[in-house]
């Protein structure tokens, strides 16, 4: 995860992943299955959570103890919704410091055209680092 500028989680992983000590300053975290697979002490150490639905992830992320691992996570700690974002209504990153974490239960089309935009755009760039995860065929 260092020097990542983009983390995605996009796993079907029960278990922690990505540890929020490896998250350095300036990255955002794209977590699209809740906090399955990402440390979700992310969530109060981010200096901003951005959800998918206020109320979906609160049911499905803050009151689940699964999704949580166990940890109390704090609705307060929410900083808005994607959709504030992207209308403008509140400001995305304002800091090159700044840790963004994402998180949501939504939309698997919403995640697909987010995967391959990110996945074009680190290829048009030469970026990025191909990782199989299981055996070529």
């Not at 995860?1 to 350095?24: F, H, N, Q, R, Y």
Request: include cysteine; charged fraction near 25%.
């Amino acid at each position: 995860m260092k020097g990542a500028d983009i983390i995605l989680a996009a796993t079907s992983s029960p278990e922690i992943l990505l540890e929020s000590a490896w998250v350095e300053k300036g990255t955002t975290v794209i977590a699209l299955d809740g906090f399955i697979d990402v440390d979700p002490s992310l969530a109060s150490q981010a200096d901003k959570w951005v959800v998918g639905n206020r109320k979906t992830d609160q049911t499905e992320i803050i009151d689940s103890g699964i999704m949580s691992h166990g940890v109390k996570l704090d609705a307060g700690d929410i900083y808005g919704e994607i959709a504030d974002i992207v209308t403008g209504a509140l400001p995305g990153r304002e800091s090159q410091d700044e840790i963004i974490v994402y998180t949501h239960m939504g939309s698997g089309a919403y995640d697909i055209a987010c995967a391959d935009f990110v996945y074009r755009k680190a290829v048009s760039e030469g970026q990025g680092t191909l990782l199989w995860l299981n055996e070529r065929m």
